[in-house]
């Protein structure tokens, strides 16, 4: 896929475009709930099951009844504010029903996939997923229950599964450090993080059994993680990095802290930042937008269109609160401390959290952690102790702390009023826009400048 093209579809008003840049063919995407990524989630679904799609429509209608469920069916997936306007998908720049998608093998999941009540089977896990799976998919049961369990055995679990080719396909849990070994009821026996990640194994190695090597695959996964700790997160995220390089891969998440970690991954320790887009989706003033982190926004280019003869204030507005929030992710990740889309968040634990500290290399507070707890495991005394650990907080204390902090309150009122695209109009010119705009965009270049400097520092 090199791009996706929405209007009027689902949540999405207006037009949506992901274009994918040079060789980043990955998508981590971010979005509060509501603010649409789930949209495009489903307008990919769209394109590429269409046809299983249309085949959960009763055909035990007459042919006139069927029409009129299809065009229900399609009005669906219409815009609910404007629902008489039908949608646009283009995928490639071509209409949704006009593209090819022989050539390609597409696999989805989303937290839904997961669910399931007394029993788990593996034949209905697989059918209720969207996944691109060869009709005797089931003939590989055996292999891949000997995939799971060593997965699970490199996850550090101590469960294993059987599935029951006699029975059903159902899948039997067994903990043999506790001695259960469950068929039924296993929700009241296992904890709903270790069914999760049983699932979530079992997919991906189907997905990787059956996968075809003359086709372009794509997995495409849609808040997929409920309920697993940081440290499964971490195995589940560094199994798709090792294990799918080979796929298109797109994620979207809600959790600003699970984009964080997969973002870490990407970019620090596998080192492939360059094979992905990062992208968040957020919603302002009724309307959905896409801010893709590729896209540069540049504080020079800002005062040349506030300079200009007719300025857009609303467009100049949006771009700087962008452009903001963009310096708060990345100074809240020198600090380790942040979020995403969490503005208010980040903005608190600075303006408020006095326990800041990063040294003139812009180390964070894991090694300042790591030199304290050498100091505690010293024989000193305790006012000894005491001079030491106040001698080494010094060299991590924030030069320019005081600074960014008094540029950010400034900017937090800005923030609300300024920044804020409803607070201008899109002609005409606000007496004070002009004035104020100025003003905010020579912090946000101190601002910029001051995180450079530490971020220059940590690189070197």
């Known amino acids: ?138 003939n590989k049961a055996q292999i891949i229950e000997d995939n799971v369990n060593t997965l699970l055995k490199d996850f550090l679990e101590d469960i294993s599964i059987k599935i029951d080719i006699e029975d059903d396909y159902y899948i039997k849990f067994s903990d043999n450090t506790r001695n259960l070994f469950f068929k039924k009821d296993i929700k009241n026996y296992f904890n709903e993080a270790k069914l999760n990640l049983v699932i979530l194994i079992i997919i991906f190695s189907t997905i990787l059994e059956f996968k075809d ?107 700087s609160r962008q452009k903001f929030e963009r310096l708060l992710y990345e100074f809240s990740k020198l600090l380790i401390i942040g979020a995403v889309e969490e503005t208010d968040y980040i903005l608190e634990n600075i303006l408020i959290n006095n326990k800041i500290y990063i040294d003139e290399k812009g180390n964070g507070c894991c090694e300042l952690v790591s030199i304290i707890e050498n100091i505690l495991n010293s024989e000193v005394t305790e006012s000894r102790l005491k001079n030491i650990i106040n001698d080494k907080l010094s060299k991590f204390k924030l030069a320019n702390l005081d600074e960014i902090r008094n540029v950010l309150t400034t900017l937090k009122l800005y923030r609300k009023i300024t920044m804020h695209p409803l607070s201008h109009g899109q002609s005409g010119q606000h007496n004070s826009s002009k004035k104020e705009i100025k003003k905010m965009l020579s912090l946000l270049e101190v601002l910029q400048n001051n995180i450079k400097d530490l971020t220059d520092k940590r690189l070197n």
């Open 1 to 138: 896929m090199e791009s996706i093209l929405l209007k009027n579809f689902k949540a999405n008003k207006k037009e949506l475009q992901i274009n994918f840049q040079n060789n980043a063919k990955n998508l981590l995407l971010y979005g509060d709930n509501g603010a649409g990524k789930s949209s495009i989630y489903e307008a990919i679904k769209l394109i590429f099951f269409r046809e299983k799609l249309e085949n959960n429509i009763t055909k035990k209608i007459t042919p006139e009844e069927y029409d009129e469920k299809l065009k229900e069916f399609y009005g669906s997936y219409n815009n609910a504010v404007e629902p008489i306007l039908d949608f646009t998908l283009n995928i490639n720049n071509v209409n949704y029903k006009e593209f090819n998608n022989d050539f390609y093998q597409v696999f989805m999941l989303n937290f839904e996939t997961t669910f399931f009540e007394e029993y788990l089977s593996f034949d209905k896990l697989l059918i209720k997923a969207f996944l691109d799976l060869p009709p005797d998919f089931l």
């Open 213 to 319: 090597s003359k086709k372009k695959k794509k997995l495409i996964l849609d808040d997929f993680i409920t309920s697993l700790d940081m440290v499964n997160r971490t195995f589940i995220i560094k199994y798709l990095l090792e294990k799918f390089t080979d796929f298109q891969i797109l994620i979207f998440t809600h959790n600003v802290y699970f984009y964080n970690l997969i973002m870490y991954l990407i970019n620090d320790i596998f080192k492939i930042g360059n094979k992905w887009e990062f992208c968040n989706i957020y919603e302002i003033g009724n309307e959905h937008h896409l801010y893709m982190k590729s896209t540069i926004i540049r504080i020079e280019d800002l005062r040349n269109q506030l300079n200009s003869s007719s300025p857009n204030f609303s467009l100049i507005a949006n771009q």
